[in-house]
């Protein structure tokens, strides 16, 4: 029987185990563990946050062995905010043919919230993002995703890279979507925080950088004080006129962009760091037009 530590800080982690390709574990110190009832972020994300709160504790006698995969489950979708920070909206003013929608909609009560990606469109840490090949310029989404149960309750933290092709979103906004969901274009990980382990989420330090061979061509950070919405205020919009049985990765969308000349190339590796949730690290590859050319990216 193998014991935790309880003075190390825990996670909820996915596994790809021999058994089973989205095991939810509980993360401490380096090891995993089984939670008990709940084989996957589907089954946890369908209690309420006291019952799987409850379960996850328990946890810590069965160590689970795998590889660290995405935290999401085969089932799982997820969302995207945009335009939720200053510095996203004067981005995307700079970038766009049309730029008053940005102002507006960082103005209006309802925030933008887009379709981002399945499990089958997610990679995990460690794992490689793509660009798009048909796209001239290409940048990062550092962002903190919010992980939602079917109840609305927030059960806990972790980070999203919001893949951007942003001369296709520039050009016109209603190619968002082709800007936004592609082979590659999402990256969530490498763990998820429980909430009830944050004492403070409203300030928490978010940096990213893009590192070429050995040089840094990009660094910024920013900080969850600096988003212009609430995760209520966006819960509550996700949730209208629909309902998200096994709960919903909602990425709250980005306070840092690359200035103009800054565009992601193959072979770059994108950092996002954010304190007390972890850090997310992704290589860059072309995703070819013809996607068959090419079957691991
Ligand atoms: O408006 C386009 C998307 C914006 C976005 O993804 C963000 O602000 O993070
Ligand atoms: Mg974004």
Same mark, same amino acid.
């Given at each position: 029987?193998?014991?935790?530590?309880?003075?190390?800080?825990?996670?909820?982690?996915?596994?790809?185990?021999?058994?089973?390709?989205?095991?939810?574990?509980?993360?401490?110190?380096?090891?995993?563990?089984?939670? =008990?009832?709940?084989?996957?972020?589907?089954?946890?994300?369908?209690? =309420?946050?006291?019952?799987?709160?409850?379960?996850?504790?328990?946890?810590?006698?069965?160590?689970?062995?795998?590889?660290?995969?995405?935290?999401?489950?085969?089932?799982?979708?997820?969302?995207?905010?945009?335009?939720?920070?200053?510095?996203?909206?004067?981005?995307?003013?700079?970038?766009?043919?049309?730029?008053?929608?940005?102002?507006?909609?960082?103005?209006?009560?309802?925030?933008?919230?887009?379709?981002?990606?399945?499990?089958?469109?997610?990679?995990?840490?460690?794992?490689?993002?793509?660009?798009?090949?048909?796209?001239?310029?290409?940048?990062?989404?550092?962002?903190?995703?919010?992980?939602?149960?079917?109840?609305?309750?927030?059960?806990?933290?972790?980070?999203?890279?919001?893949?951007?092709?942003?001369?296709?979103?520039?050009?016109?906004?209603?190619?968002?979507?082709?800007?936004?969901?592609?082979?590659?274009?999402?990256?969530?990980?490498?763990?998820?925080?429980?909430?009830?382990?944050?004492?403070?989420?409203?300030?928490?330090?978010?940096?990213?950088?893009?590192?070429?061979?050995?040089?840094?061509?990009?660094?910024?950070?920013?900080?969850?004080?600096?988003?212009?919405?609430?995760?209520?205020?966006?819960?509550?919009?996700?949730?209208?006129?629909?309902?998200? =049985?096994?709960?919903?990765?909602?990425?709250?969308?980005?306070?840092?962009? =690359?200035?103009?000349?800054?565009?992601?190339?193959?072979?770059?590796?994108?950092?996002?760091?954010?304190?007390?949730?972890?850090?997310?690290?992704?290589?860059?590859?072309?995703?070819?037009?013809?996607?068959?050319?090419?079957?691991?990216?």
């Amino acid at each position: 029987m193998t014991q935790q530590s309880t003075q190390h800080p825990s996670f909820i982690a996915v596994l790809h185990t021999a058994g089973h390709k989205y095991r939810i574990t509980k993360a401490v110190n380096g090891k995993y563990f089984a939670i =008990p009832k709940v084989a996957t972020i589907s089954d946890a994300l369908e209690l =309420p946050i006291a019952e799987f709160k409850s379960l996850f504790e328990q946890s810590g006698s069965e160590e689970l062995f795998g590889t660290l995969a995405a935290p999401i489950a085969a089932d799982s979708e997820i969302w995207g905010a945009g335009v939720t920070y200053q510095r996203s909206r004067d981005a995307r003013k700079e970038e766009s043919d049309i730029p008053d929608v940005y102002q507006l909609v960082y103005e209006a009560d309802r925030p933008e919230l887009f379709f981002k990606a399945t499990a089958r469109r997610t990679v995990g840490t460690n794992a490689n993002v793509g660009i798009r090949a048909d796209a001239l310029t290409s940048v990062p989404e550092p962002e903190v995703a919010i992980v939602v149960n079917k109840y609305r309750e927030l059960i806990g933290l972790t980070i999203c890279n919001d893949m951007t092709s942003r001369n296709i979103e520039g050009e016109n906004p209603l190619y968002l979507a082709q800007a936004k969901i592609y082979f590659g274009s999402n990256a969530v990980g490498p763990m998820i925080r429980p909430i009830w382990e944050i004492k403070d989420h409203s300030a928490l330090s978010i940096d990213a950088k893009i590192e070429r061979g050995t040089n840094i061509v990009w660094q910024a950070e920013t900080s969850l004080a600096q988003l212009n919405r609430s995760f209520t205020d966006l819960i509550e919009y996700l949730f209208r006129c629909q309902s998200f =049985p096994v709960g919903a990765i909602l990425s709250t969308g980005t306070g840092i962009v =690359p200035p103009l000349d800054i565009s992601l190339e193959a072979g770059d590796v994108v950092t996002i760091n954010v304190a007390e949730v972890g850090t997310l690290v992704n290589k860059v590859v072309i995703t070819p037009v013809d996607i068959n050319e090419k079957e691991n990216l």
